[in-house]
């Protein structure tokens, strides 16, 4: 089994659209996705609308700490933000793939639910494209 951790400041929002996309694009008899923050703030709603409107449901995620998955042996490591990058405690898996890319965060914009919107569909589509290439660069599906 290949264990793939995606990590962020708070597994609401970026990282929980990236952990829903690879459970999409991966097949789970092989690959088991984590995600998980260095703070826990609860699934973003607005994460959570933007990737049902993508047919998928992030709905059943729930918000994890990264010391709960201390005792998981990760493969691949991706940080989805600088500050998770930057701050991140010591995650002791032998040989894992560490990789970043910090992401639009669509959380932090205010203004209309229109503008909202929107910036949630960038964030999403960013996501999306990086983790597709992902899986496909690692072999992963």
């Given amino acids: ?15 929980q659209m990236a952990h829903g996309y690879l459970n999409q694009f991966t097949d ?20 959570a609308a933007i990737m049902k409107e993508d047919g998928i ?19 691949y490591i991706v940080t989805v933000c600088d500050h998770a990058n930057e701050n991140c405690p010591y995650i002791p898996s032998k040989n894992a793939i560490r990789l970043h890319h910090n ?21 999403r589509a960013e996501i999306k494209e990086y983790f597709k290439r992902f899986v496909e660069e690692y072999q992963l599906a």
């Fill in 57 to 75: 449901s992030i709905d059943h995620h729930t918000s994890n700490h990264v010391d709960e998955y201390v005792h998981v042996n990760f493969d």
């Fill in 103 to 123: 992401f639009f965060d669509p959380s932090k914009v205010k203004g209309t639910e229109e503008k909202r919107h929107e910036a949630f569909l960038r964030a």
């Fill in 28 to 47: 789970p008899e092989k690959i088991r996705v984590y995600s998980a923050g260095i703070e826990t703030h609860g699934i973003n709603p607005g994460a």
């Fill in 1 to 15: 089994m290949i264990n793939i951790l995606v990590l962020c400041t708070g597994n609401s929002c970026r990282s």
